[in-house]
C-alpha cells in the first residue's frame, strides 16, 4: 500500500507542474466543445424524444400526473430535461477520460520517466491501434453496465456505490494499459496489471467517487438546469482535472512498479549466472588425503 500512497502524493504534486495544467488544457477544450455543440443541434430533440417516451407509457403518464398534484405543475417540466442530463453525464465522463488517455497520458508518462526513470528502457508492447482498440472497448462495456444498472439507481445506497465502482473499473483498465504501452512488453503488462490488480482497482473506484462529484452540480434544484451550458463547461473541467490527477497516479505507481520488476529480474538473473560461473570444489574423498 506504501507505493500506492506514494504515487499519490507525487501526483498532486504534479498537477501543479506547468506542463500537465498547459496539457489539461486540451482535452478540456476538445470534450467542452463537443458537449455544447451536440446540446446546441440535438437539446430540443432529445427533450421531445423524452417528452414523448414518458407521455407513451400510459402508467408513467398517471405516476406523473399523481406526482404533479403534490410537487406543481413545473415537475413534469423539469423531468424531461434531467433526464437528458442523467443519459448524458456518462458519456460526458467516458469522452473526458479517453480524451484524457489518448491525448495527455503519453505526454505525461515521458515526463514522469524523464524525471524519475530516465534509464527506463521501451519495449513497445502495445500500439496505437490495439490501446485506441482497448480503450474502446472497455468503454463500451462500462456504458453497457451502467445502462443495465439504471433501475438499481432508484435505491439510495446502490447509486452510491454501482456507477463509482463501474468508472473506476473503467478507469483502472483504459490508465493501466496506456501507460504500461510503450515501455513494457505484452508479458510485463500483464504480470503488473494481474500482480496489482487490487491496488489498481482501488485507485480506480477513489477515481471514480472523484469523478461522481462533478455530478453533484446537478443534484442542488432542478433550477441549475437553467445553467446548463455553464455548469456543462465546468463539469467537463472537474472530469478532466480528475482523470489527469488520475493518470499521474497510474503512471507514477505503475512506472515504478515496472522499474522494481526489471531490478528483480536482472538481480535474478545475475544470481543464476554466478552460480553458473563459480566452479565446485571438487570431493576429496575422490583424491584420497593431501600430501603432508
Known sequence: MRPL??????????????????????????????????????WESALGAVRGTLESWHLVDAALTWIETLLGA?????????????????????????????????AIVRLVVARRFPALQKKQGAGLLLGLGWSLACSALALLLLALSLPL???PPVVLIVPPLIWGWLTYRVLSFDVLADHA???ERRLLMDRHRWQL??????????????SL??????????????????????????????????????????????SEAASAAATAMQALELPSAPPQHLFGAPDP
Open 5 to 42: 500512497l506514494d504515487a499519490f502524493w507525487r501526483a498532486g504534486a504534479y498537477c501543479l507542474h506547468p506542463k500537465v495544467i498547459g496539457l489539461s488544457l486540451l482535452p478540456l477544450t476538445l470534450s467542452a466543445a463537443t458537449a455544447l455543440l451536440l446540446g446546441w443541434f440535438y
Open 74 to 106: 413545473s415537475f413534469r417540466a423539469m423531468l424531461a430535461p434531467l433526464i437528458v442530463v442523467v443519459l448524458a453525464v456518462p458519456v460526458v465522463v467516458v469522452l473526458s477520460l479517453l480524451l484524457v488517455a489518448w491525448l495527455m497520458m503519453p
Open 153 to 155: 439507481w432508484l435505491i
Open 185 to 187: 512488453d505484452r508479458a
Open 201 to 214: 482497482l482501488a485507485a480506480g473506484v477513489i477515481t471514480g467517487y472523484l469523478g461522481a462529484a462533478p
Open 217 to 262: 452540480l446537478w443534484a442542488f434544484s432542478a433550477a441549475t438546469l437553467i445553467l446548463a451550458p455553464v455548469l456543462v463547461v465546468i463539469s467537463i473541467w472537474l472530469y478532466t482535472l480528475v482523470f489527469a490527477f488520475s493518470a499521474l497516479w497510474f503512471a507514477h505507481f505503475l512506472l515504478a512498479a515496472l522499474a522494481a520488476l526489471r
